[in-house]
């Protein structure tokens, strides 16, 4: 595997391979008990936020937007996981409204995605053992303050500015 700062780890449940060069499957054991196949546009997303890791993550701070780039980390069970400080506003804003939303760009501006959902502070302990296991460096940059935050997904889409090129869009059941 190339450097951290490269190459983020794609943890995909359910599913027998990776789906791209840079992508490594764990057990489905990362995704606790129940866990089914993603579904093929999660997996399609997760592919593009690994060759575009910068993320934009949207909260709301009471009635105002708060944008900000985080570092794409993870998929699991089909749920973009995001690790940061219970001290943060980022993470207080979560707590507080879990309604968010992530876009993402290619390098070239020719595509794009967005991922609403509602964020959940992750309490299964084989799930955060396991990401800490795959992705110590959180765990060692937070410490005790540590709170992994699965995204479900709301709804979700893949776009292209190409001229001719549908979007790809789903809306799940919340």
Known sequence: MKTWGMIFLLLVCGVGAAHSETARVLPTSICGDGAQALDPLLIELADFF????????ATMDGTRPCVRPVRYSAMIGGKIAIATSVKKGMSRQMAANP?????????????????????????????????????????????????????????VGLFSNT???EPKTKKFAN
Do not use: T, W
Not at 102 to 131: E, M, N, P, T
């Open 99 to 155: 309604n968010v939303e992530i876009s993402v760009a290619s390098a070239d501006g020719k595509h794009y995605a967005r991922y609403a959902g509602r964020a959940v502070a992750c309490k299964d302990a084989k799930i955060l053992a396991d990401f800490d296991s795959a992705q110590p460096k959180f765990k060692k940059m937070f410490g005790a303050d540590f709170v992994l935050y699965l995204i479900e997904p709301v709804n």
């Open 50 to 57: 690994e060759h575009n890791p910068v993320i934009y993550l």
């Open 163 to 165: 001229k001719g090129v």
